[in-house]
């Protein structure tokens, strides 16, 4: 498939956002939000695709792939890194943990995207407002437990915003959705060894993020415990 018909193929289908057949946007789920939702909100569109043409792009926090399959099938060289990631060559069934990096084979990722993987570790700094942590059943739980728990997971969106200034090439960016407001209070001093600049994009389309609910898995829908109306930049100094 020429490159012109890749991205006419992916125009298409970003049109088809929130009128496919079978896709619910109202009903998403944590893993499997629908790819057409992933790459509305992750900014992915044509301009972006041609550019990553023959380049290598990755996937943190991959889940089942459905990103990394779509990038495929426009004929980027794309992999994907996760636990739960599917059993095939291009995965890596891991997490991105201070003890275990992300591979960078030969050369480095010109892009690089996480979406509701890093936000969700985002140790939101000083603690303010305990229901800004998703994810957290804060019933029965004290504040020590509550800060422990922040800064666990600070320590953690650390080591992936480091992994991810690692192994990002010069020229390339990192889109992670959703944001993280705080990382440049609690990961200053990462972001410097990394060499990373911080922006936060707002995203144009008033629908796609009306359409987006964070799902915690046991049957509550907490869209506002995070702003999900930017999406944070990473790029090279």
């Avoid at 023959?54 to 990038?71: A, F, I, P, Q, Y």
């Avoid at 700094?125 to 029965?140: A, R, V």
């Amino acid at each position: 498939m020429r490159v012109i018909d890749r991205i006419i193929r992916f125009d298409r289908l970003i049109g088809l956002l929130g009128e496919s057949e079978g896709i619910d946007l109202s009903k998403k789920e944590f893993l499997d939000v629908p790819v057409l939702h992933q790459l509305s909100l992750l900014g992915i569109d044509s301009r972006i695709v041609a550019t990553l043409i023959g380049r290598k792009t990755l996937d943190v926090g991959c889940g089942s792939g459905l990103l990394v399959n779509e990038l495929r099938l426009l004929g980027i060289e794309a992999y994907g890194i996760d636990i739960r990631a599917p059993d095939k060559t291009y995965f890596m069934r891991q997490n991105v943990t201070p003890d275990k990096g992300i591979p960078a084979p030969g050369e480095h990722y010109h892009l690089i995207t996480s979406f509701q993987n890093v936000a969700l570790n985002d140790g939101l700094g000083p603690l303010q407002n305990p229901t800004e942590i998703p994810f957290f059943s804060y019933e029965g739980v004290s504040p020590r437990q509550l800060r422990k728990y922040q800064e666990e997971k600070a320590r953690e969106a650390k080591s992936i915003v480091s992994e991810i200034g690692r192994v990002l090439s010069s020229e390339g960016r990192a889109i992670i959705y959703p944001p993280l407001p705080n990382v440049e209070k609690y990961a200053s001093h990462t972001l410097r060894e990394s060499g990373l600049e911080v922006r936060h994009e707002p995203i144009l389309n008033p629908e796609a993020v009306n359409n987006y609910f964070i799902w915690d898995g046991v049957g509550l829908i907490l869209e506002d415990r995070i702003n999900t109306a930017k999406r944070t930049i990473l790029t090279k100094k």
